[in-house]
C-alpha cells in the first residue's frame, strides 16, 4: 500500500497531463466541438474529488468552481462561451497546473483573482448575461490580441513556462471546416420511410401466420382422415379420396406461404440493410479534425518546451464517430510524449549531427479493414538502458531481456523512465492510455525504436465498431476468430525448432532466418496440445515483434458483425468480442496483445496449488473512476486485512460483482458507462448479491441521491469533502460484521 504523501506525489505527478488535456478539451468547444464540454466536466470532477480525499483544499476548491462554470455553461441560453468563461476556465486549468508544480507555495500565486473570474463567470452565466464575444469571436481575438484581451490573473512569473496551450495563428487549414468534420446528420426521411417499410412488413408476416395456422388445422385434419382405427372397410376408399384433397390443399397452401415469405424475407433484409447504411453513413466522420487537433497540440507542446519541433501531419481517412472519440486522446498521448520524450534539446542533437529542428510526423493511411495511424519522431528512441534499471525491482533478470522483449513494459501502468517531472510527462502515464484505448476497439499497438534515430508507433484500428474482418480459426474445443490486420501470414509447420526458450518457427523465405515464438493455440485456451509438423500456424504482429500459434484449421477472412466483450453476461481477458455464425454457434474473437501477454508466461509463474486455495480474507469491490481514489481506498481496505478487487466504472463493477460476490462494496456514484446508483440497483436485483452492504463514498452526497441510497438499502453515504479515514474504517469493520 502506497502511503498519503505517495498518493498526494502521484496526483500532483499526474496533474500537467491533466491540465494538458483540459485545455484542449476547451479551446476545442470554443471551436464547436460541443461534446467536449461533457468529458471537461467529467474530467473536474474527478479532480474535485481526488483533491478533497487527499486534502489538498485549494486544488479541490478550484475544480469545484471550475465544474459549477461548466454546469453553468451547459445549462446557460445558446450554451455558447463568452470572453469571461474561457478566461476563468483556462486561468483555473493554468493555477491547477502551478499548484502541482509548485506544492506547498499557495500563498504566492493568486489564488483569491483566479476564484474571483470563476465566480463572476458563474455568475453571468447564471444570470444570462452575453457581455464578451461569443465563441465565433473569441478564438481570433485570443490568437491576434492576446495583449488587449481581459487576460486570468497572472500568477507568477514561472507560469510562462506550465501556461495552458493557447490557439495558433499559424493553425493550417486540412480539409473541410470543424462543423463539417462532424458526423453527417442522421437523414429523417430516410430512416421514417424504412420504419415504414419495416412495420409493413411485420404485418405480413402476422398474415403469413395466421395462413401457417389454417394449414397446420388442416394437417391435423389429415392426421385424423388416415387413422386407419374407427373405420370400416367400407369406407376406406371414400377416406383416401379425403385424403388427397387435403394433402394437395395443404401442399398448396404451404407452397404460397414459403413464396411469401421468401419474398417478405427478402425485402425486410433489403431494408434493414438500408436502415444500417444510412445509420453507418451518419455515424462516420473524416480525420481532418482530428488531424487538426493533433498539430495543435504538437506546436502547443513544443512551445511549452522551449523545442524547436516541426510537426508534420499527413493522410486521411474515414472512420467511425466512436473509433475517432478514443483514438484522438491516445494520439495526442503519443505526439507530446514523442516531443518531450523523443526529440532531444538543441545542444545534444547538434553533438549527434542532427539538424537542429526536430520532426514528429503522423501520417494516416486507410485500408479496406483498417485505419493505420504511424506516429514517427527523429529523435533518440526508447532508453533501453534507462528502461532495465526502472524495472529491474520488479523483473526477474530483466538484463538478460533483449530490447525487443522490453517493449510491452513500455505499456505497464505507471511506468516512466524520466528523471524528473516535465510540464507533459513523466508522470508514469501515457503509453498504457494509449494501449488501454486501441485496445478497447480491438486495434493493435506496434513499437519499433532505434537508439539514436528516433521511434515509430504504429496505431491499426478498424474503421467501424459495428463490424470486423477477421480470420475463423480452431484451437482445441473452441471456434475463434483473430482481426485481419493482426495476421502477417498462415503458414504450414515443417518443423518445430526446440529452444530453451521454448518452441520456435523459422520464417520462410527470411534472409536473416527470424525465429519467432511458437505456441498452441489449444494448450493457451486450456486444453492439452504442443505445436507439431504439418499444423497450421498463424503469424501475428504484437506490440514488439512477431510470434505464432499452431491452430486446428483456418478459413478465409470475412467480415462479421460483432458482440463487444463489456455488453456479454460473462468476461474472459482473452476474448474482446463474439461474433454469430450462420450455423447458429459463435466465434469467439481474440485479443492478440493479451493472447501474447498470457503465452509469455512461463510454467514457473502459474499459482501453485497452495496459492490458489480460496483465501479466507472478505473480499472488497471498490468502484471508483478516479484512479488516485481508488488507489487510496484499496490501500486502506488492504491494510484492514481485505482482499480487494476494483472497477473504474459500474458496469465493469457489476460484472466483477456477478462474477465473485464480495463481501462488501465501496463505490462511487458519477462514473461514466453506469453510475453508482444504477449499479447498486442492479446488485439488489440478484438474489446473490440483494445482502450485500454497500458504502457510498461521492461529492454528490445531496438529499435527493441518499435518499435513493437509503431506498436502496445502503449502509452508509460519505462526502469526498469531509473524508475522514477512521470513519471509513470503523463503517467497513460494521458492516463485514453484520454481513
Known amino acids: 500500500m502506497r502511503s498519503r504523501a505517495d498518493l498526494v506525489a502521484a496526483f500532483h505527478r499526474a496533474m500537467p497531463d491533466r491540465v494538458a488535456q483540459a485545455t484542449d478539451l476547451w479551446l476545442g468547444y ?31 476548491d478550484l475544480a469545484e468552481l471550475a465544474e459549477s462554470v461548466i454546469d453553468a455553461a451547459r445549462s446557460s441560453r445558446g450554451g455558447r462561451p463568452t470572453q469571461l468563461t474561457g478566461d476563468s476556465i483556462l486561468g483555473a486549468l493554468e493555477a491547477l497546473g502551478l499548484l502541482s508544480a509548485s506544492p506547498g507555495e499557495e500563498t504566492a500565486l493568486d489564488l483569491e483573482g483566479v476564484k474571483a473570474t470563476l465566480r463572476a463567470a458563474h455568475a453571468a452565466l447564471e444570470g444570462g448575461d452575453a457581455r464578451g464575444p461569443t465563441a465565433d469571436e473569441l478564438a481570433p481575438r485570443r490568437r491576434d490580441q492576446a495583449a488587449e484581451s481581459v487576460a486570468p490573473p497572472r500568477l507568477d512569473r514561472a507560469a510562462e513556462s506550465v501556461a495552458p496551450p493557447r490557439l495558433d495563428a499559424e493553425l493550417p487549414a486540412r480539409g473541410a471546416p470543424p462543423d463539417q468534420a462532424a458526423p453527417a446528420a442522421l437523414d429523417a426521411a430516410a430512416v421514417g420511410a424504412l420504419v415504414q417499410e419495416l412495420q409493413r412488413l411485420h404485418g405480413e408476416r402476422e398474415v403469413l401466420q395466421r395462413r401457417l395456422r389454417e ?3 388442416m394437417l391435423r385434419a389429415l392426421l385424423v382422415e388416415i387413422d386407419p382405427r374407427g373405420a370400416g372397410v367400407d369406407r376406406v376408399a371414400e377416406r383416401i379420396t379425403k385424403t388427397l384433397g387435403y394433402g394437395a390443399e395443404i401442399e398448396r397452401a404451404l407452397g404460397a406461404v414459403r413464396a411469401d415469405w421468401s419474398s417478405n424475407e427478402f425485402a425486410a433484409g433489403r431494408a434493414l440493410g438500408e436502415l444500417d447504411e444510412v445509420v453507418r453513413k451518419a455515424s462516420v466522420v473524416r480525420t481532418e479534425r482530428l488531424l487538426n487537433q493533433v498539430s495543435l497540440a504538437a506546436r502547443s507542446a513544443a512551445r511549452m518546451l522551449g523545442k524547436d519541433v516541426e510537426a508534420r501531419v499527413e493522410g486521411t481517412g474515414l472512420l467511425d464517430a466512436q473509433v475517432e472519440r478514443r483514438l484522438e486522446p491516445a494520439l495526442l498521448h503519443l505526439v507530446r510524449n514523442a516531443i518531450d520524450h523523443g526529440i532531444e534539446p538543441a545542444d545534444v542533437r547538434a553533438r549527434r549531427g542532427k539538424p537542429a529542428r526536430g520532426t514528429v510526423a503522423v501520417t494516416v493511411v486507410q485500408t ?11 529523435g533518440g528512441g526508447v532508453d533501453f538502458t534507462r528502461l532495465r534499471e526502472v524495472l529491474a525491482p520488479s523483473v526477474q533478470d530483466v538484463a538478460s531481456l533483449e530490447d525487443a522483449e522490453l517493449v510491452p513494459y513500455l505499456f505497464a501502468h505507471g511506468l516512466t523512465t524520466s528523471r524528473s517531472v516535465g510540464a507533459i510527462s513523466g508522470r508514469g502515464v501515457g503509453l498504457d492510455v494509449v494501449a ?3 485496445g478497447a476497439l480491438g486495434g493493435q499497438v506496434r513499437v519499433e525504436s532505434r537508439p539514436g534515430l528516433g521511434t515509430t508507433i504504429l496505431l491499426v484500428v478498424p474503421k467501424s465498431l459495428h463490424g470486423e474482418e477477421v480470420v475463423p480459426i480452431s484451437g482445441g ?60 500456424a498463424l503469424v501475428l504482429h504484437h506490440a514488439a515483434g512477431l510470434f505464432a500459434v499452431s491452430v486446428g484449421g483456418y478459413e478465409n477472412p470475412r467480415p462479421v458483425s460483432l458482440v463487444r466483450s463489456e455488453e456479454l453476461p460473462f468476461t474472459s481477458p482473452l476474448v474482446r468480442g463474439v461474433a454469430p455464425t450462420a450455423d447458429g454457434e459463435a466465434l469467439l474473437l481474440l485479443d492478440v496483445e493479451r493472447l501474447f501477454a498470457c503465452a509469455r508466461q512461463a510454467p514457473r509463474e502459474a499459482p501453485s496449488a497452495a496459492a490458489a486455495a480460496p483465501q479466507r480474507e472478505p473480499l472488497a469491490l471498490v468502484v471508483e473512476d478516479a484512479p488516485v481514489a481508488r488507489e487510496l481506498l484499496c490501500g486502506i481496505l488492504r491494510a484492514l486485512g481485505l482482499r480487494v478487487e476494483e472497477a473504474s466504472d459500474g458496469r465493469e463493477g457489476l460484472a466483477l460483482a456477478r462474477a465473485t460476490p464480495p463481501d462488501v462494496v465501496l463505490t462511487d456514484l458519477e462514473m461514466p458507462y453506469m453510475g453508482g446508483l444504477e449499479m447498486v440497483a442492479e446488485l439488489r436485483r440478484s438474489p446473490a448479491l440483494a445482502r450485500v452492504p454497500v458504502v457510498v463514498l461521492t461529492t454528490a452526497a ?5 435518499a435513493a441510497l437509503r431506498g436502496l438499502g445502503v449502509r452508509a453515504v460519505l462526502s469526498k469533502q469531509r473524508f475522514v479515514e477512521e470513519e471509513l474504517r470503523q463503517i467497513i469493520a460494521t458492516s463485514l460484521g453484520g454481513a
Open 702 to 706: 445531496d438529499e435527493p441521491n441518499v
Open 477 to 536: 474445443r473452441f471456434r475463434c476468430a483473430v482481426p485481419t490486420h493482426a495476421v502477417r501470414s498462415v503458414v504450414l509447420l515443417d518443423e518445430v525448432l526446440h529452444t530453451s526458450d521454448g518452441p520456435r518457427l523459422r520464417l520462410a523465405g527470411e534472409a536473416s532466418a527470424e525465429l519467432v515464438p511458437l505456441f498452441s493455440l489449444a494448450a493457451l485456451l486450456g486444453d492439452a496440445g504442443q505445436p507439431a509438423p504439418g499444423d497450421a
Open 215 to 217: 394449414a397446420q388445422r
Open 30 to 60: 470554443e471551436h464547436g466541438q460541443a461534446g467536449n464540454l461533457p468529458v471537461l466536466r467529467r474530467l473536474l470532477h474527478t479532480l474535485k474529488g481526488e483533491a478533497h480525499m487527499l486534502e489538498l483544499l485549494e486544488c479541490g
Open 368 to 378: 479496406d479493414a483498417a485505419v493505420r495511424v504511424e506516429v514517427r519522431d527523429d
Open 436 to 438: 488501454r484505448e486501441i
